[in-house]
């Protein structure tokens, strides 16, 4: 592969699952670049002590990433214009949707959204999920 994947990983409140996200990337793909963007300090703060190469924080830092992201993870919310507790705003939600890259998302039934997907799967394995689809995305560019 000739250029490295830049995977930028949206997450918000206290990062925590950014942070598995982080975690599993670089465990099981070491060769990519991982930009936490957070949507307060203390997500970001979590995130790339997860392991993120670098991180930015804030709606200005969501909406430049989001375009030069290669592929973007988090749960389904970031699509969502005001949720995490209006934390995702409008401007977030629109540069997310907008975005070019390649979006790998994780359903969480607080997000108050059902994705039609038969049977019941926890965090974790959409998480599993999750990363297996960037190593499929990733094999499919070279």
């Keep these: 592969m000739d250029k490295i994947t830049t995977v930028a ?3 918000g409140q ?26 307060n300090a203390n997500a970001t703060k979590s ?14 830092a969501i909406v430049y990433n989001a375009k030069e992201a290669d592929i973007i993870m988090g749960v389904v919310a970031i699509l969502m214009p005001n949720s995490m507790m209006g934390e995702l705003s409008p401007k977030m939600a629109e540069a997310i949707g907008g975005s070019h890259a390649m979006k790998i998302l994780i359903p ?7 994705i ?3 049977g019941e799967y926890n965090i ?8 297996e689809l960037v190593k499929d995305h990733i094999s499919n560019l070279e």
Excluded: Y
């Design 9 to 11: 990983v949206i997450d």
């Design 14 to 39: 206290g990062g925590g699952i950014g942070s598995i996200i982080i975690e599993k990337l670089k465990s099981k793909i070491p060769n990519i670049k991982i930009l936490a963007l957070g949507t």
């Design 47 to 60: 995130m790339l002590k997860a392991g993120a190469n670098e991180g930015a924080t804030g709606e200005n």
């Design 116 to 118: 039609a997907i038969p």
């Design 108 to 114: 969480l039934s607080k997000c108050n959204i059902k």
């Design 124 to 131: 974790q394995q959409c998480i599993d999920s999750s990363v």
